[in-house]
């Protein structure tokens, strides 16, 4: 498994719109899902969106709908987490995950197969 790891967590107010990058380091990488989650501090690691990595197809938790966007560079081995409007019920440590086989509950954290150290993201009122 190739290690993934996260970059462009920050510290911003309310409204403010922020890029995360999850890049897989070395090796091949072709999985078939990459997914970002998140975590409050003490509370669970809940799923943000996810996207195929061949197909570009995305899919979005409710609270995140409509003001965050994933996408994927194949050639950069990069997956992007771009996040705007944001509100401090934003802030948490972002992860992201991958997933080498088409596997069902993709929105729980059991399926997944790497995840990054992950990246602070604080959004203050």
């Known amino acids: 498994q190739v290690p993934l790891v996260e970059s462009g967590g920050g510290l911003l107010q309310t409204g403010g719109s922020l890029r995360l990058s999850c890049t897989a380091s070395?090796?091949?990488?072709?999985?078939?899902?990459v997914a970002w989650f998140r975590q409050a501090p003490g509370k669970e690691r809940l799923f943000v969106g996810s996207?195929?990595?061949?197909?570009?197809?995305?899919y979005y938790a409710d609270s995140v709908e409509g003001r965050f966007t994933i996408s994927r560079d194949i050639v950069k081995n990069t997956v992007y987490l771009q996040m705007t409007n944001l509100k401090p019920e934003d802030t948490a440590v972002y992860y992201c995950?991958?997933?080498?086989?088409?596997?069902?509950?993709?929105?729980?954290?059991?399926?997944?197969?790497?995840w990054g150290q992950g990246t602070q993201v604080t959004v203050s009122s």
């Open positions: 996207i195929t990595w061949m197909e570009g197809a995305t």
């Open positions: 070395g090796g091949s990488f072709s999985p078939y899902r």
């Open positions: 995950a991958g997933m080498e086989a088409d596997r069902g509950n993709f929105l729980y954290t059991s399926p997944w197969d790497v």
